[in-house]
Nanobody, 116 residues
Framework: QVQLVESGGGLVQPGGSLRLSCAAS????????MDWYRQAPGKQRELVAG???????NYADSVKGRFTISRDNAKNTVYLQMNSLKPEDTAVYYC??????????WGQGTQVTVSS
């Protein structure tokens, strides 16, 4: 059974930081590209950051310089370090794992709220 379980969300003040984690089980984590998406109320889900099997990251323009994605294949976990958070970063954050063999998996999401 494949599971992606996100954690680390919560309420933070503007300018604060959070680190999200996504722990994977039931898959060969090292062959999966991992992505973080977010969905704010009334908006479409959008890609925030991704990291390739080889560890190459990419970011949406809106988070460049503030967010950092990383992966630990030994722990089957992908992280999203979020700094200088803004109210517009408020959303449910989801992780997604995709492999070249057709696997495509989503986590259940974790809420991030940036508010004073």
């Amino acid at each position: 059974q494949v599971q992606l379980v996100e954690s680390g969300g919560g309420l933070v003040q503007p300018g604060g930081s959070l680190r999200l984690s996504c722990a994977a089980s039931g898959i060969i984590f090292s062959i999966h590209r991992m992505d973080w998406y977010r969905q704010a109320p009334g908006k479409q889900r959008e890609l925030v950051a991704g990291i390739t099997v080889g560890g190459v990251p990419n970011y949406a323009d809106s988070v460049k310089g503030r967010f950092t994605i990383s992966r630990d294949n030994a722990k089957n976990t992908v992280y999203l370090q979020m700094n200088s958070l803004k109210p517009e970063d408020t959303a449910v954050y989801y992780c997604r794992g995709r492999s070249t063999t057709g696997g495509d998996y989503w986590g259940q999401g974790t809420q991030v709220t940036v508010s004073s």
